[in-house]
Structure formats: structure tokens, C-alpha cells
Nanobody, 129 residues
Framework: QLQLMESGGGLVQSGESLRLSCAAS????????IAWFRQAPGKEREGISC????????NYADSVKGRFTISRDTAKKTVYLQMNSLKPEDTAVYYC??????????????????????WGQGIRVTVSS
């Protein structure tokens, strides 16, 4: 059973950077797509990006494109989200999530319809102005 846990969140000022980590246990990353989502208070959950079981990176949400980067370290079984040039509107709870998908093609965060079955607890990121 895949288990995921986020770390690295916190409070930063506008323009600063954070690197979130998603540590996986219980299974190999070779069988899973891993995606990053976020949800701000009162807003719908937003898919940020994903990395496929073969290491291909999916498209980024327009709201973060050019500022956020996803990567992974398979030896550490960890997926990262590097967040640069943070803005107050990036304030949200950030989640990593897994989909059982050993296919080699590029992943996608949509449709968000329950196919991402494995979720971390979420971690807060707060960006002050």
C-alpha cells in the first residue's frame, strides 16, 4: 500500500522560495504517477503538475508555470516541488497524490475524478506580502 507524506512547508515572504518533499513508502515509484495539488481556503482543488512512473513531467498549471518545478529522486523514493518567486496567492494547503499507473506516457493532473487514490495529509504554505 502506497503511503505519502509531505514536508517542507512554512511561512515565507513574497518573492522567496520553498522546496516541498513528498516521501513515498510501501511501494516503488516505478508503478505510480505522483502529482502535486493545492487547495486554498474557499477555493477548488488545483492540480499543479505531475511526474509519471517513467519520470516524464506533465504540464504545469498556468498559475505556476515558469515558477514551479517538479522532480524526483527514485533512490530516496521522494518527489519534490520547487517553488520560486512565491506570491500571496500561492498560499494553500499542498498535497501530493499517487495514481497506480505503470504506463510510460506523460501524466496529467486532470481529470481529477478520483483516479488519484493515494494522498498525503497535506502541508501548509503561507506567503506573506
Amino acid at each position: 500500500q502506497l503511503q505519502l507524506m509531505e514536508s517542507g512547508g512554512g511561512l515565507v515572504q513574497s518573492g522567496e522560495s520553498l522546496r516541498l518533499s513528498c516521501a513515498a513508502s510501501g511501494s516503488t515509484l516505478a508503478y505510480y504517477t505522483i502529482a502535486w495539488f493545492r487547495q486554498a481556503p474557499g477555493k477548488e482543488r488545483e492540480g499543479i503538475s505531475c511526474i509519471s512512473s517513467s519520470g516524464l513531467i506533465g504540464n504545469y498549471a498556468d498559475s505556476v508555470k515558469g515558477r514551479f518545478t517538479i522532480s524526483r529522486d527514485t533512490a530516496k523514493k521522494t518527489v519534490y516541488l520547487q517553488m520560486n518567486s512565491l506570491k500571496p496567492e500561492d498560499t494553500a494547503v499542498y498535497y501530493c497524490s499517487g495514481e497506480l499507473n505503470p504506463a510510460s506516457h506523460t501524466c496529467a493532473v486532470a481529470p481529477d475524478n478520483g483516479r488519484y487514490r493515494y494522498w498525503g495529509q497535506g502541508i501548509r504554505v503561507t506567503v506573506s506580502s
